[in-house]
């Protein structure tokens, strides 16, 4: 937690310095970084901070582009009986094509004369409605938005012109493996945990 905090408020300052370039319109850090590293707890800070400056914040969290967890279940399965390594969680495991549409709809409010703007998402990802791609969320971004992509992959090259601030996190494998058990304690066993640690996310990062 403490190292979190930290990072937040770094992300802060350097997000007040730049914020300036936007034209009072709206600001994206992506806060980027593997599996359990803190990029939520570190997200949540951020937007605290910024508020009690008065900014909107939105928070648009990637594990909502999650595909539903059946499906994962069943692969990971796969991977075990074959020892297979599954780095393309990105291409196959996520509807990366979410944030892009989201991105889209960013950028059309930042060159329109709009002081309002309404984005509907759908077919979520909920990890409390058993896995499944059943949420959704009303985002409305106004003068003194910021936008925090919170998740694995906002560092991707095809987001890279949507973002003005760019952060990733780091922890060691052991933290992550550990912190990553407890986060999904309450759908996923101990072992399912590692071996999809192991067999999914880290390849992918690797990758």
Known sequence: MVHESRAAEIIVRKALKQYDKVNGKVFTIS???????????????????????????????????????????????TFRETSSEFPFEAELHMRLNLLSEFLEEVGRYKSGADLHYKIELKELYDRNMDGLEVGSKSLRLSQKTIIIIEGHYGLRSEFLSAIDLNVI??????????????????????QDAIDYFHFVDLPSIKK
């Open 31 to 77: 806060i980027d970084g593997p599996t359990a590293c803190g990029k939520t707890i570190a997200a949540n800070r951020v937007k605290q901070l910024l508020e009690d400056e008065e900014f909107n914040v939105i928070i648009f969290q990637l594990d909502w582009a999650l595909v539903g967890r059946p499906q994962r279940v069943e692969e990971l399965a």
């Open 169 to 190: 996190l780091m922890a060691d494998v052991s933290e992550l493996i550990q912190r990553k058990v407890e986060r999904v304690a309450k759908y996923r066993n101990a």
